[in-house]
């Protein structure tokens, strides 16, 4: 590791939550010693891109978006008789692409199968998530979009303090849609309803109230 990447890495035992640090001219070999230097289950997302490296230490409040949107998932899996895999915010990186992200979480779905049981996921080898999630409270994350095109992630949910917006793959390209494509009775407004209510009550509340909408809607099929 450069002497300069260590300080990279030293500052980042320093940084606040919602904080961001930002080091440019970064080797791809620099980038996967700091990842190793992480280790498992560190906190800070961590995005490479060409020579970009960024990492940001993220907030209660946008850990508590991304707790909800697994939540809803779950929930959708359950009633709905789903299979659903969560990978959280797995590390998918490409030399090929010298491109690396993490997402906020994700989930596979059509893909989750193939995936079971696995504790890591090698790009190489391994499908993509079919959604994954990004929230932006102190950072904007389409920045991390053109990775997850390359790499072929079909939906994207991209939460901030205002709602949710959905993101299909088409042509390779993101499309801001109405309604999910892995789930499509959830629409853009569904998902924003339930984290605007999570504003003023608990998670399991509003995953509460969610179930009984999803079961109601369900029967009315």
Known sequence: MSASTAEFTEAMQHLPPGGTLVMT????????DILAQLGEGYAAR???????????????????YKELMLGLADVIADVMDYDLESFGSTTFKSQKLA??????????????????????IDLAVDPPPDIAVEVDIS?????????????????????????VEIYHLIERRYVEAQASRSFPFITRETLSEYLNQSKTRSRAAVLRSFRTWLRKTDGQK
């Open 25 to 32: 001219g970064v080797a791809w070999e620099d980038y996967e």
């Open 46 to 64: 961590v995005s490479y891109d060409r020579g970009r490296l960024e990492i940001m230490s993220p907030s209660s409040e946008h850990e508590k």
């Open 99 to 120: 491109r690396g992200s993490e997402p906020d979480t994700c989930f596979y779905l059509e893909n989750a199968a193939s995936v079971t049981g696995k504790r890591t």
């Open 139 to 163: 950072h904007n994350s389409f920045g991390k979009f053109a990775f997850y095109a390359d790499i072929g992630v079909p939906e994207i949910w991209r939460c901030d303090e205002q709602g």
